[in-house]
Each structure stands twice: as structure tokens, then as C-alpha cells.
């Protein structure tokens, strides 16, 4: 069902912190096993990027396609390998999940997760995400 997605994250770079909140059009479905968002991302560097979030239990799988690609899985107190696909290379990164908290029904709802990023063993960014579903 079509549905519109409030985007709020916040990355924390080096001590610097930066937020941003934004509003897009999409795509929801949601079974017994989990549920799915789809949304055209918008900003520079993802012009033309789809991303997907794959909600099951306490697991989030986030995939990313288009200039950048990447499949991020998220889940608490767990550390995924990932790689991140851009158009100057490919980097290796680690994501380790230190929340999610999913509240959405068949009607919609909010979904909250944070990480860290890191590459080679180094902290790259400090992450956190709240994603509202309503229908629409």
C-alpha cells in the first residue's frame, strides 16, 4: 500500500552532530513474518537511490540500490559485516546495532534503530534513525 515515510536521522561524525528530517512518498506491506517500507531517497549523493527496509522481529535489513548500493543488517548487540558500493570503490565496513525498537501494525507506526559504523577497526560515525509509516 502506498503510504508517506518520516525520515528522522542523526549522525554523529568525529563529535560533530548532524540531523535531518524528511517526508517521501512509498511503498508499506506487512505480513505475519514482518513488514517492508520502500522509498525513492532524496539529497545529495542519493538522487535515484531506492531503499528498502526488511523488518523481522528485531532484525532490520536496510538495502540500498542505485549509485550507491550497499545491504546493511542491523540487530541488537551484533556486528555485521557490510559493503558499502559507491561509484569511486567499494569500502568495507562493519555495522554494529546497539537498538531497535519497532512499534507498526498492519496500519503503520515507528521504527527506531542506531549503529555504528566503522571501517578497519576504526569508529566512522555514531547513527540513529526513526522511521514513521503512515498510510496515504
Given at each position: ?127 540513529k534513525l526513526k522511521i514513521t509509516i503512515k498510510r496515504g
Amino acid at each position: 500500500m502506498k503510504c508517506i515515510i518520516k525520515i528522522e536521522d542523526t549522525h554523529i561524525i568525529d563529535g560533530d552532530k548532524e540531523s535531518s528530517e524528511i517526508l517521501v512518498q512509498g511503498n508499506f506491506t506487512y505480513g505475519s513474518d514482518g513488514y517492508k517500507v520502500r522509498y525513492r531517497e532524496e539529497g545529495e549523493g542519493y538522487d535515484g537511490c531506492f531503499v528498502t527496509l526488511s523488518v523481522e522481529g528485531d532484525k532490520v535489513t536496510m538495502t540500498r540500490k542505485g549509485a550507491l548500493t550497499t545491504e546493511m543488517i542491523m540487530e541488537k548487540n551484533k556486528l555485521h559485516p557490510c559493503a558499502y558500493a559507491t561509484p569511486v570503490g567499494i569500502m568495507d565496513l562493519g555495522v554494529y546495532t546497539n537498538e531497535v525498537k519497532s512499534a507498526v501494525t498492519e496500519n503503520g507506526g515507528a521504527l527506531e534503530f542506531g549503529y555504528t559504523l566503522s571501517a578497519a577497526g576504526n569508529r566512522l560515525s555514531e547513527n540513529k534513525l526513526k522511521i514513521t509509516i503512515k498510510r496515504g
